[in-house]
């Protein structure tokens, strides 16, 4: 059975670090780009970071460039998004998702198939 496991996320305080885990399960995550998402409370769903299948090329939203970095470790089939510098504006529900390629592009939707059940962040002091 496919199942996804974020963990890492709670209550930190503006300038505060974590770091986001998304484990997977009954499925291999090597061969696939895999994307970091959030959504913050009255807004949509938004891309945060993507990285490709081997790990060498990541991307990240504006947003969070010099702040964020996403990385994975295929041999434990398991995606990191570490955050620091976190800002209050960061507070939302984080979710992993595999993209149904092994690159990264753009953030829409349709290309991600398998989502976690997602990790609340929140940024407050």
């Known amino acids: 059975q496919l199942q996804f496991v974020e963990s890492g996320g709670g209550l930190v305080q503006p300038g505060g670090s974590l770091r986001l885990s998304c484990a997977a399960s009954?499925?291999?995550?090597?061969?696939?780009?895999i994307g970091w998402f959030r959504q913050a409370p009255g807004k949509e769903r938004e891309g945060v970071s993507c990285?490709?299948?081997?790990?060498?090329?990541?991307n990240y939203v504006d947003s969070v460039k010099g702040r964020f970095t996403i990385s994975r470790d295929n041999a434990k089939n398991t995606v990191y998004l570490q955050m620091n510098s976190l800002k209050p504006e960061d507070t939302a529900i984080y979710y992993c998702?595999?993209?149904?390629?092994?690159?990264?592009?753009?953030?829409?939707?349709?290309?991600?198939?398998?989502w976690g059940q997602g990790t609340q962040v929140t940024v407050s002091s």
């Open positions: 998702a595999v993209r149904n390629t092994y690159y990264c592009s753009d953030y829409r939707r349709e290309w991600f198939n398998y």
């Open positions: 009954g499925f291999t995550l090597r061969n696939y780009a």
């Open positions: 990285i490709n299948n081997s790990g060498y090329t990541t």
